[in-house]
């Protein structure tokens, strides 16, 4: 008798390279993890935080309704919120993937864990096909470190650090999740968050992976099996009585994820035993490609490279004309998004017009690197950056939405007529190629 659960994580949707699209790239593996379910059979899928990269187009909202629906297909799936979700975009997809609200009990197939508060807390029970057993899930979305909502009874906790107060939460899921369990019980937890000792592959946010934000792997709860999302490098969490995966992200998103092989994880659940793992790889996607080197020595690999995206580094003896020309002539299925031009003793870069923007520094990392001249150090210089990193986060109140989602929630919900009710008609009646019109 087993359970299985396939766990799948940080999309990332509507992540660029640069001022690049990857629109194919996502719907090319999105239909590759949907495929993989069908072939696996499982009971229960998990994704475990930042469907999305930010604030979504609605292409990307369609795309992960279109997503989600056809793994609800195959079986139930529960949604955790990451640090880049926003809860208004996931409560309308809620709203969308349940029928405008007209599906209940049963018939929802995609549940979403979109903040933690104690009265909110996702508890689920999904039976398994193979024999008497359960799965029960306990649902932990990210924890902002600067807005941490949750209520907690001791008046002391909210003077406790971070890792103490998540340990708190963490150990308030697993009381719910463990309440009168029963021997054919299994149990899984599904969390957003950083653990200590696991791998970054630094394409995650600088600030969200700094160690006073860091989870104990002590701490977590004892369960059958633990689905983490946060970190895109493909891993396991070594903590024994814990087995517990990062997924990782589908697709190399950054430059720092070149050696990743992205991946779902397939599980086996049985009580008593540790659980079967498998990673079923993911092959869509374009590769992410670092080159170096003169350029007749790029030139000798460059029938390797192919169709992927190429930042190069180029030794020369003196600044070369055409530069970008000649990488690209040598590179024509590539896309190269970055060129430094490295020469003896100089320090300086030459960047290829279309990609300057791309490779100036970002305002958080000259950020971080004025503020501790000005005397901002330490753990307070990480609270600074969570809060400036979470600013950049929220939507601007002055700006208008890029598209429905918000105001048709808000308009469905005060009952109020769905004037734009075409466009969540197109995200419910998506049908299998997701060949509509697309604005």
């Not at 996931?90 to 929802?108: C, I, K, P, Q, S």
């Amino acid at each position: 008798m087993t359970g299985r659960v396939l766990h799948t994580s940080d999309w990332h949707l509507g992540r660029q390279i640069g001022r690049h699209r990857r629109d194919a790239e996502f719907d090319a593996v999105l239909a590759e993890i949907v495929e993989i379910a069908a072939d696996f059979g499982p009971d229960l899928i998990v994704h475990s935080g930042d469907l999305f990269d930010g604030r979504p187009g609605f292409d990307d909202v369609h795309r992960a309704a279109h997503a989600l629906r056809r793994l609800g297909d195959t079986a139930p799936v529960v949604v955790v919120a990451g640090n880049h979700d926003t809860p208004n975009v996931l409560r309308f997809l809620d709203y969308v993937l349940t029928d405008m609200g007209n599906r209940a009990g049963d018939e929802v197939r995609v549940r979403f864990a979109t903040e933690a508060r104690p009265d909110g807390l996702l508890i689920a029970e999904y039976p398994a096909a193979r024999g008497d057993l359960t799965l029960r899930i306990g649902a932990l979305p990210y924890l902002h470190p600067n807005r941490f909502a949750y209520d907690f009874a001791e008046p002391g906790a909210a003077t406790a650090t971070y890792a103490e107060r998540v340990r708190a939460v963490q150990a308030d899921v697993y009381r719910r999740l463990a309440a009168d369990r029963g021997p054919a019980d299994l149990l899984l937890f599904a969390a957003h968050l950083f653990v200590e000792g696991a791998t970054p592959s630094y394409s995650e946010r600088p600030v969200s992976i700094d160690a006073d934000y860091a989870v104990a792997a002590d701490d977590l709860p004892g369960v059958d099996y633990g689905a983490l999302g946060h970190i895109h490098k493909p891993q396991s969490v070594d903590r024994a009585g814990f087995p517990a995966r990062y997924a990782g992200s589908p697709l190399q998103l950054d430059f720092g994820e070149t050696r990743d092989t992205k991946s779902v994880v397939l599980a086996e659940i049985a009580p008593g035993r540790a659980p079967l793992i498998e990673l079923a790889p993911l092959k869509s996607g374009r590769r992410l490609v670092h080159l170096t080197g003169r350029l007749e020595e790029i030139a000798q690999g460059a029938e390797r490279v192919g169709d992927a995206w190429v930042k190069a580094v180029v030794d020369v003896d003196a600044p070369a004309a055409f530069l970008a020309e000649a990488l690209a002539k040598l590179l024509p299925q590539a896309t190269i998004v970055g060129i430094e031009e490295r020469i003896p003793g100089a320090a300086g870069q030459v960047l290829d017009r279309t990609a300057a923007t791309a490779e100036l520094p970002g305002v958080e990392d000259l950020l971080r690197e004025y503020l501790p001249g000005r005397g901002t150090t330490g753990r307070a210089l990480g609270h600074v950056m969570a809060t400036f990193s979470d600013l950049q986060a929220e939507p601007d109140p002055a700006e208008p939405a890029p598209c429905c989602e918000e105001t048709l929630l808000t308009a469905a919900i005060a009952g109020e007529s769905l004037d734009g009710v075409d466009r969540a008609g197109l995200l419910i009646g998506a049908d299998a190629t997701g060949t509509e019109e697309r604005r």
